[in-house]
């Protein structure tokens, strides 16, 4: 079937909520202050986003008190998220975590339960994985499952300073297995690192025979795992479209207004061809990121002969470049106060930085797709 990249009347509404939501809170302007030494996490724009208005629940069941929408909904939230840079765990707890227990057994009652108190906002979750990792990577073995208890660490885990619960992957007797863990328990450690992205805090996980309820074993956690880092990476080219978005907007909007020798800077030509080359990269990316969503909205996602695997490595690979090259021209081009600290394009570039290596580099998706179309090595 031919897929519908444009934006449905529904998504329009989305859209018009979400950014109405973020303006309100005065982002990103209010992000410039307090970025170097305090975190960033906004907790009533969370509960608004995953209470109120119910978006961390958007691809989840209505049985199991989701929205019963799809991934193309959640994809165009990351999109105005990354717009406004929004320190919230939204990628972590309502992409991640989510991602992975929808493509387990969600009958199975540990993994409904989970569901049902993400969905309803009541309940923050983490994936320990650490965040560069890539989605064919094999299974995480840095945790070792006995017993009902697990032992190891896991370093860089997205959003997990904010986490109630944590999905953990791990390894035991009977093969690979996912977790949930209590964030709060004596016998797990929570270290925050310095993160690149201060709007997006990574930590280090150290579990020391911490109590674990299984959700999913054997060959199907291997396989949730898997489907689940493949459907985030292709979400996350929303967010990094969004990134993207935001720059090139504000830069011709402020290249437009700063005159020098008497004219608009933005009437020099060497301008123009600037910002048209990310105009020409952004609508590519755009084309992409949609046509990701559109497949990983579909219930036959993961059949045979389905184009996820192309879909998620062409837009991960292009959409990540094309966000590090936005936010570079955004900051040249608006000059001095583009370098100031007070000008929020530097946050830009930092999201769009460290979006380039989470859940895969563009070089490592190149090289997956490559394999999956059958090119012959270089």
Known sequence: ???????????????????????????PASLVSGTDSEPTYDPALWRTLSTDLGLVGLPVPERLGGQGASFR???????????????????????????????????AEPVAALLRRLAAGETTAALAVPLST???????????????????????????S??????????????????????????VE?????????????????????????????????????RGLLTSAGLLASEQLGV???CLDTTVEYVRQRHQFGR???????????????????????ASARYAADVLASSEAFDPGSD?????????SYCASAAVHAAEEAIQLHGGIGMTWEHPAHVYLKRAKADELALGTPGRHRAHLAEVVDLPPA
């Open 308 to 316: 996820v695997e192309v879909a998620v490595a062409v837009a991960q």
């Open 134 to 160: 890539t989605p064919h990577a094999e299974f995480p073995t840095t945790v070792r499952a006995d017993a009902g208890v697990l032992d190891g660490t896991v370093t860089t885990v997205a959003d997990v």
């Open 162 to 187: 904010v986490a109630d619960v944590l999905v953990v992957p791990a390894t035991g007797p009977d093969g690979p297995a996912l977790f949930a863990v209590d964030a709060s328990a004596a016998e």
């Open 73 to 107: 909904e959640t994809a165009l939230v990351l999109e105005e998220l990354g717009r406004a840079v929004a320190p919230v765990p939204f990628l972590g707890s309502a992409v991640l975590a989510t991602s992975v227990l929808l493509n387990a057994d969600v009958d």
């Open 1 to 27: 079937m031919t897929p519908n990249l444009l934006y449905s009347d529904v998504e329009d509404d989305l859209r018009a909520t979400v950014r109405d939501v973020l303006a309100d809170r005065g982002l």
């Open 190 to 226: 929570i270290a925050d690192v310095v993160s690149f992205d201060l709007t997006r805090r990574v930590g280090d996980v150290r579990l020391r025979r911490a109590p674990a309820h299984l959700l999913v074993s054997g060959p199907d956690a291997a396989v949730a795992l898997t």
């Open 264 to 286: 608009p800077v933005g009437s020099f030509q060497a301008l123009k061809h600037r910002l048209a080359d990310v105009w020409l990269e952004l609508v590519a990316a755009r």
């Open 244 to 246: 993207a978005q935001w």
